[in-house]
């Protein structure tokens, strides 16, 4: 399996305070990881350092072999890193279709300049954009919601529809950041059915940050866990939910007891 | 053809029909349709920034000043030269010369847009608007102090070129362009920048690079807004571009609903009637101007025109 | 270096009326993080108060500034307080930039008033107090600029004791750093924005007083520049920080003066918006603030 994203002693400090610390950690073509650790432990700040929000203070953080800094949040996603938001971040006033069509700019093939003329390739561009827009709202269930405004859709769904964003931009790398805050386990269940169908029907990879032991130990291949900014421990689900370590930095966390459930 | 580019012309004929009308128009109806023309282009083309792209200037003014000074100047100074006296020129020089005019007045404000957009596009909400603030203000300063634009006085015997003609047509090619560059998959993205410049970057949008275009439009229309305005009062002074003028047209735009291309029209409109239709109560009238405005704000937020709107066609 | 020393003392004096001023849009900043567009115009109605009470007391005596200077305090502080009740109140949560079109609004409204009302010609203030001229040196001093520096010293370090020394001034501070806390503790955030209100378009009045003393020449329009350069003023030090524009008017006033004795005095109205401008790029957080980054 050929590596896709690598993070190499990925540090950064705010302050006096090492947020991420020397952080060795690689996703493979094809994979499911998981990021867990308690809270505050540094796990969306990784995401932020992935994406170009945040520049690492030292280490070396590449994408297909590429090293990712300084190209900003839009060039990273450019390359095929997408991510969601802990907290959703849809374009609220927006429509469905039109959240979707936002995220299809980076395969745009006019410029925009052609949006002035309105010729023949500028209008096949256009549909042909609409039509890949539509299709993955069908392909999630979305297409009823189409024209409505993405703040007016239920919570579910607004976790869905930012999935589908990030799927408008071609990803090879998908970034979800506790996808399943704020569900119950029916749901809970809905999402581990809907994370293995986006990783086989687009082919990509995952990288997942999240709370739920159910969903984490329920999906994903390995697992890196984070606690106070340092990566404590890497393995199988089986591996992690057996290591000590992992055990102690969740101990007295109200997630000991999740953990020991599975 | 595409429906945008059939409007279009059906309005460039419109205008061009004004000018022939029959008889000729009453003077002072002339007057105010102009004046109306004017504020739509300024006020469709600041709706670009403020309403579509969701960043706050309150420079508008100063680069209407730009274009103002710029044209004038190609038309007092620049253009004799190069083809003699304006009136001894026919009609269609004449109106090359203007043409010239006002698109260099338009470059000249949109490189002004380019200059204070750049670096001050990163500050969110009320700091943008206090930035543009300023720079509007220190281009007003700088004008004041430009001898060879007439300094504090001003610059004045500007050329009548500016038609009714002229103003609709420009107003017309203004939004023909805001709207089609709005209404496309690449125009989707100043709203997105506009809804969460985050968000905006993490699907590979470049929120600076939009907000940039944005601003550098807008500015080049209020030029080629100022252009017509100089050469429709035939004066002009620094002070008659102050923030008070900024102040107007951002009213307009958010009293037609901030982003709501039909709103803006009509409150453009409604704005530049209404202190001809409050003349009767004169000095009261700006006290109930201002009154309004807060009322506005208090009772329909939204905007004086936004219905719940039908969605843009895809 | 007479010269240099004498233009340091007309910009502190100038300085401490922008910082008078700042201290109001810095305050209201704190607790509603909104710019006050109507707060240069406190200004003006407190100067202009000013200007109708110095008609009533007897000319040229210190009790009679001292009634005056508290008059247009008082009424101006009910008129802050009347804003924030009608203007800015029912719209708590509503979208900045239409607090801040509402802002606009009031601001046009009290000049456009005042046009009505008191009239579009500039009006002489009444020399209300005893006026002399110390010379020191080869300074000159004249009492009124002394009066500003001294009131003006008087309600920072008053201002000062109201933040840090009081139940409000404390509760103040709770509200400006996280105001649905300070609720959950049991302040009542609407008494203290009101009060904040009030506190700000007092020293804004006195500002108007003191301005005039030394500008003698009052129009419903006066409040536009000293209210955008007061504002600017907050910024340099530091938007929301008590201290910083204190700061931020008196490095402005300074920065102002010489400019306006230097060969570039026809520029003195851009500098402060290019002050604006270069720390807005490149420390907006003030000289005194603190950088805040949004969390993702």
Same mark, same amino acid.
């Given at each position: 399996?050929?590596?896709?994203?690598?993070?190499?002693?990925?540090?950064?400090?705010?302050?006096?305070?090492?947020?991420?610390?020397?952080?060795?950690?690689?996703?493979?073509?094809?994979?499911?990881?998981?990021?867990?650790?308690?809270?505050?432990?540094?796990?969306?700040?990784?995401?932020?350092?992935?994406?170009?929000?945040?520049?690492?203070?030292?280490?070396?953080?590449?994408?297909?072999?590429?090293?990712?800094?300084?190209?900003?949040?839009?060039?990273?996603?450019?390359?095929?890193?997408?991510?969601?938001?802990?907290?959703?971040?849809?374009?609220?006033?927006?429509?469905?279709?039109?959240?979707?069509?936002?995220?299809?700019?980076?395969?745009?093939?006019?410029?925009?300049?052609?949006?002035?003329?309105?010729?023949?390739?500028?209008?096949?561009?256009?549909?042909?954009?609409?039509?890949?827009?539509?299709?993955?709202?069908?392909?999630?269930?979305?297409?009823?919601?189409?024209?409505?405004?993405?703040?007016?859709?239920?919570?579910?769904?607004?976790?869905?529809?930012?999935?589908?964003?990030?799927?408008?931009?071609?990803?090879?790398?998908?970034?979800?950041?506790?996808?399943?805050?704020?569900?119950?386990?029916?749901?809970?269940?809905?999402?581990?059915?809907?994370?293995?169908?986006?990783?086989?029907?687009?082919?990509?990879?995952?990288?997942?940050?999240?709370?739920?032991?159910?969903?984490?130990?329920?999906?994903?291949?390995?697992?890196?866990?984070?606690?106070?900014?340092?990566?404590?421990?890497?393995?199988?689900?089986?591996?992690?939910?057996?290591?000590?370590?992992?055990?102690?930095?969740?101990?007295?966390?109200?997630?000991?007891?999740?953990?020991?459930?599975? | 053809?595409?429906?945008?580019?059939?409007?279009?012309?059906?309005?460039?004929?419109?205008?061009?029909?004004?000018?022939?009308?029959?008889?000729?128009?009453?003077?002072?109806?002339?007057?105010?349709?102009?004046?109306?023309?004017?504020?739509?282009?300024?006020?469709?083309?600041?709706?670009?920034?403020?309403?579509?792209?969701? &960043?706050?200037?309150?420079?508008?003014?100063?680069?209407?000043?730009?274009?103002?000074?710029?044209?004038?100047?190609?038309?007092?100074?620049?253009?004799?030269?190069?083809?003699?006296?304006?009136?001894?020129?026919?009609?269609?020089? &004449?109106?090359?010369?203007?043409?010239?005019?006002?698109?260099?007045?338009?470059?000249?404000?949109?490189?002004?847009?380019?200059?204070?957009?750049?670096?001050?596009?990163?500050?969110?909400?009320?700091?943008?608007?206090?930035?543009?603030?300023?720079?509007?203000?220190?281009?007003?300063?700088?004008? &004041?102090?430009?001898?060879?634009?007439?300094?504090?006085?001003?610059?004045?015997?500007?050329?009548?070129?500016?038609?009714?003609?002229?103003?609709?047509?420009?107003?017309?090619?203004?939004?023909?362009?805001?709207?089609?560059?709005?209404?496309?998959?690449?125009?989707?993205?100043?709203?997105?920048?506009?809804?969460?410049?985050?968000?905006?970057?993490?699907?590979?949008?470049?929120?600076?690079?939009?907000?940039?275009?944005?601003?550098?439009?807008?500015?080049?229309?209020?030029?080629?807004?100022?252009?017509?305005?100089?050469?429709?009062?035939?004066?002009?002074?620094?002070?008659?571009?102050?923030?008070?003028?900024?102040?107007?047209?951002?009213?307009?735009?958010?009293?037609?609903?901030?982003?709501?291309?039909?709103?803006?029209?009509?409150?453009?409109?409604?704005?530049?009637?209404?202190?001809?239709?409050?003349?009767?109560?004169?000095?009261?009238?700006?006290?109930?101007?201002?009154?309004?405005?807060?009322?506005?704000?208090?009772?329909?937020? &939204?905007?004086?025109?936004?219905?719940?709107?039908?969605?843009?066609?895809? | 270096?007479?010269?240099?020393?004498?233009?340091?003392?007309?910009?502190?004096?100038?300085?401490?009326?922008?910082?008078?001023?700042?201290?109001?849009?810095?305050?209201?900043?704190?607790?509603?993080?909104?710019?006050?567009?109507?707060?240069?115009?406190?200004?003006?109605?407190?100067?202009?108060?000013?200007?109708?009470?110095?008609?009533?007391?007897?000319?040229?005596?210190?009790?009679?500034?001292?009634?005056?200077?508290?008059?247009?305090?008082?009424?101006?502080?009910?008129?802050?307080?009347?804003?924030?009740?009608?203007?800015?109140?029912?719209?708590?949560?509503?979208?900045?930039?239409?607090?801040?079109?509402?802002?606009?609004?009031?601001?046009?409204?009290?000049?456009?008033?005042?046009?009505?009302?008191?009239?579009?010609?500039?009006?002489?203030?009444?020399?209300?107090?005893?006026?002399?001229?110390?010379?020191?040196?080869?300074?000159?001093?004249?009492?009124?600029?002394?009066?500003?520096?001294?009131?003006?010293?008087?309600?920072?370090?008053?201002?000062?004791?109201?933040?840090?020394?009081?139940?409000?001034?404390?509760?103040?501070?709770?509200?400006?750093?996280?105001?649905?806390?300070?609720?959950?503790?049991?302040?009542?955030?609407?008494?203290?924005?009101?009060?904040?209100?009030?506190?700000?378009?007092?020293?804004?009045?006195?500002?108007?007083?003191?301005?005039?003393?030394?500008?003698?020449?009052?129009?419903?329009?006066?409040?536009?520049?000293?209210?955008?350069?007061?504002?600017?003023?907050?910024?340099?030090?530091?938007?929301?920080?008590?201290?910083?524009?204190?700061?931020?008017?008196?490095?402005?006033?300074?920065?102002?003066?010489?400019?306006?004795?230097?060969?570039?005095?026809?520029?003195?109205?851009?500098?402060?918006?290019?002050?604006?401008?270069?720390?807005?790029?490149?420390?907006?957080?003030?000289?005194?603030?603190?950088?805040?980054?949004?969390?993702?």
């Amino acid at each position: 399996m050929a590596e896709l994203l690598r993070l190499e002693q990925a540090t950064i400090r705010f302050g006096g305070l090492t947020a991420v610390n020397a952080v060795d950690f690689a996703v493979n073509e094809g994979e499911l990881c998981g990021l867990i650790g308690p809270n505050g432990a540094g796990k969306t700040t990784v995401f932020n350092l992935i994406t170009g929000v945040y520049a690492p203070t030292s280490g070396r953080i590449s994408f297909g072999g590429r090293d990712l800094r300084g190209l900003g949040v839009d060039g990273i996603v450019g390359l095929g890193i997408a991510r969601t938001f802990q907290n959703i971040r849809l374009f609220g006033s927006l429509s469905v279709l039109d959240n979707v069509r936002a995220a299809c700019n980076l395969h745009r093939a006019t410029a925009p300049g052609h949006a002035l003329l309105r010729l023949g390739a500028f209008r096949r561009d256009e549909a042909a954009i609409v039509a890949r827009a539509n299709e993955l709202l069908e392909i999630f269930n979305l297409g009823r919601f189409r024209d409505a405004p993405a703040r007016s859709l239920p919570y579910g769904e607004q976790r869905r529809l930012e999935i589908v964003r990030c799927l408008a931009t071609r990803p090879r790398l998908l970034l979800l950041d506790e996808p399943a805050a704020g569900m119950n386990p029916t749901e809970k269940t809905e999402l581990i059915r809907l994370i293995q169908q986006v990783r086989r029907q687009f082919n990509l990879s995952i990288l997942l940050v999240e709370h739920s032991m159910r969903v984490v130990m329920g999906c994903c291949e390995r697992i890196a866990v984070l606690d106070y900014g340092v990566k404590i421990a890497e393995g199988t689900p089986d591996q992690i939910r057996t290591d000590p370590k992992v055990i102690e930095a969740y101990l007295g966390e109200d997630h000991g007891s999740s953990l020991a459930h599975h | 053809m595409p429906r945008p580019h059939v409007a279009l012309l059906l309005a460039l004929a419109a205008a061009y029909g004004v000018s022939h009308f029959p008889g000729g128009l009453d003077p002072y109806l002339l007057d105010v349709l102009t004046g109306i023309g004017i504020n739509i282009i300024l006020a469709v083309s600041l709706n670009l920034v403020n309403g579509y792209t969701g &960043q706050f200037s309150l420079g508008h003014a100063g680069f209407m000043s730009v274009g103002a000074y710029l044209s004038s100047a190609v038309s007092l100074f620049v253009a004799p030269k190069l083809v003699g006296e304006l009136s001894a020129a026919g009609e269609v020089t &004449q109106g090359a010369v203007f043409l010239a005019a006002l698109i260099t007045g338009g470059f000249c404000a949109a490189l002004a847009g380019l200059f204070v957009g750049v670096p001050s596009l990163r500050l969110r909400g009320d700091y943008l608007a206090l930035v543009t603030l300023g720079f509007g203000e220190i281009i007003r300063v700088i004008f &004041q102090n430009v001898e060879i634009l007439g300094g504090a006085l001003g610059l004045n015997a500007i050329p009548g070129s500016t038609t009714l003609t002229w103003v609709l047509a420009v107003a017309a090619v203004t939004v023909f362009v805001v709207h089609c560059l709005v209404d496309s998959t690449y125009g989707r993205g100043f709203l997105a920048t506009r809804d969460d410049e985050i968000a905006a970057a993490a699907v590979g949008l470049n929120p600076t690079r939009y907000k940039i275009v944005a601003f550098v439009v807008a500015a080049f229309f209020a030029g080629v807004a100022g252009g017509l305005y100089a050469h429709f009062k035939l004066t002009i002074t620094p002070t008659g571009f102050d923030f008070t003028r900024s102040i107007e047209i951002v009213v307009m735009v958010i009293l037609g609903g901030m982003g709501n291309a039909v709103g803006v029209i009509l409150a453009a409109v409604l704005l530049t009637v209404l202190p001809e239709v409050l003349r009767p109560i004169a000095e009261y009238r700006m006290i109930l101007y201002s009154l309004l405005l807060v009322l506005l704000m208090l009772l329909r937020p &939204q905007g004086l025109f936004n219905f719940p709107a039908r969605r843009p066609r895809g | 270096m007479a010269e240099f020393l004498q233009q340091l003392l007309n910009g502190l004096s100038l300085g401490a009326i922008y910082a008078l001023i700042a201290l109001g849009y810095t305050m209201v900043y704190g607790v509603l993080r909104f710019i006050n567009f109507a707060h240069s115009d406190v200004f003006m109605v407190g100067a202009f108060i000013g200007y109708f009470a110095g008609r009533i007391v007897p000319e040229g005596t210190l009790w009679g500034g001292l009634v005056v200077l508290l008059a247009a305090m008082a009424g101006c502080a009910v008129l802050g307080m009347l804003i924030e009740r009608l203007a800015y109140r029912p719209l708590r949560g509503a979208p900045t930039l239409n607090v801040l079109i509402t802002a606009i609004g009031v601001s046009l409204l009290l000049e456009y008033s005042g046009q009505v009302f008191f009239g579009a010609a500039p009006r002489t203030f009444p020399a209300i107090l005893p006026s002399a001229n110390f010379t020191l040196g080869g300074l000159v001093l004249s009492s009124n600029q002394l009066v500003v520096i001294v009131v003006a010293v008087l309600l920072m370090i008053g201002l000062e004791l109201i933040v840090h020394r009081t139940k409000i001034g404390m509760a103040m501070r709770a509200v400006s750093l996280n105001p649905r806390a300070a609720q959950l503790v049991g302040v009542n955030n609407d008494v203290v924005i009101s009060f904040t209100f009030g506190l700000g378009s007092a020293l804004a009045a006195a500002g108007g007083v003191l301005y005039a003393l030394n500008y003698p020449s009052i129009d419903p329009l006066m409040g536009v520049m000293p209210g955008l350069k007061a504002f600017v003023a907050a910024i340099l030090g530091g938007i929301g920080n008590i201290p910083g524009a204190a700061l931020g008017g008196l490095l402005l006033g300074v920065v102002e003066t010489f400019v306006n004795g230097s060969q570039w005095s026809t520029y003195k109205d851009a500098i402060a918006f290019a002050i604006l401008i270069v720390i807005l790029l490149f420390r907006p957080a003030g000289l005194l603030g603190r950088a805040t980054v949004e969390k993702v």
